[in-house]
Structures are given as structure tokens and as C-alpha cells.
């Protein structure tokens, strides 16, 4: 009951679940968005190794420059994926802490079917369980997860975008 009321359901222990392998390239995509809006935006176009001052109240530093040049918009883009960055690195951390307090077989069973994409064959094989056996722990290991993930305020908050 406790789960409900802080928002935490078990379909949404399956959902970050099934999110963990993603969070990776979900960075990486992020990372590569504010490197582009950086090297756009952020470039000098000249340096001024003499280090006079030139065209004074005029736009002629590199600075100067820069400052001009960038959009309000692009800086909220950059804080707003920034900010997507840190919290998807906090849930990955924070999944793996949960999942991490299991017990040896609940934590094969999920790592072997979420984490890693086997099949419930290999999941099986690997951990000398029948298929039946399996998707049991399995079931078990989400309701240990569910009381774990709705005690963790990280993983409660975040919003999975659909």
C-alpha cells in the first residue's frame, strides 16, 4: 500500500528495469547534443595573441564576441540536457544499489533477463533454474524491488518519458 501512495507501482519497477541497458546511449545522445550546441555556439573566432586591447566599446574581442553570439534559448537547451544527463547517471546509480541489496538468485534472474536481454532459455541455463522457476524469482525479485524503489526518492521522482 505504502508503494501506491509514494507513486511507485511494479509496472513502473519494470519500466526503469527495462530503462537500465538504455540509460548508456540515452547519455550519450544527451552529451553529443550539448557538445554540438557548445562547438556551434561556443567558438572563437580569433584570438589576440598580442595582447593589446583592440576597438574599444566595439565587438572586435573574441569574448565579446562569443557573448553576442549565443541565444538565451541555446543556454536553457544546454542547462536542460545537462540536467537530463545528471538525472539519468542518479537512476542508473540508483537502480543498480537497489537490485544490488537482492539476493544472489534474484539478482541473477534480473540482471541475466533485464540488465543483459537473455532470453528465459539462457536465463535458465545460467542460473541451473527451470523457465518456470525463473519468471517465479523474477516475480518475487519485483516485489522486493518495489519496496526498495518506493523507500528511494530518486527513483520515486523520475518522470519515464514515453
Known amino acids: 500500500m505504502e ?4 507513486g511507485m507501482s511494479k509496472e513502473k519497477v519494470v519500466q526503469l528495469l527495462q530503462l537500465f541497458p538504455e540509460i548508456d546511449g540515452e547519455i550519450r545522445v544527451r552529451r553529443n547534443i550539448v557538445n554540438d550546441l557548445e562547438q556551434y555556439y ?3 573566432p580569433a584570438v589576440n595573441y598580442d595582447g593589446m586591447p583592440h576597438a574599444k566599446y566595439n565587438t572586435a574581442s573574441p569574448t565579446e564576441n562569443v557573448a553576442l553570439k ?3 534559448y541555446v ?3 544546454i542547462k536542460k540536457y545537462t540536467a ?3 538525472d539519468l547517471q542518479k537512476v542508473k546509480v540508483e537502480i543498480l544499489k537497489e537490485v544490488s541489496r537482492l539476493k544472489l538468485k534474484y539478482k541473477n534472474v534480473i ?6 536481454g537473455m532470453k528465459w532459455e539462457q536465463v ?3 542460473t541451473h533454474y527451470s523457465e518456470r522457476q525463473c519468471k517465479n524469482i523474477r516475480d518475487e525479485a519485483l516485489l522486493r524491488l518495489l519496496q526498495g524503489f518506493s523507500r528511494n526518492r530518486v527513483l520515486v521522482t523520475y518522470r519515464i518519458e514515453e
Do not use: C, S, V
Not at 3 to 6: P, Q, R
Open 3 to 6: 508503494a501506491i501512495k509514494a
Open 42 to 44: 561556443y567558438t572563437t
Open 70 to 72: 549565443i541565444p538565451d
Open 75 to 77: 543556454h536553457e537547451e
Open 84 to 86: 537530463e544527463i545528471t
Open 111 to 116: 540482471f541475466g533477463f533485464y540488465f543483459h
Open 124 to 126: 535458465a541455463a545460467g
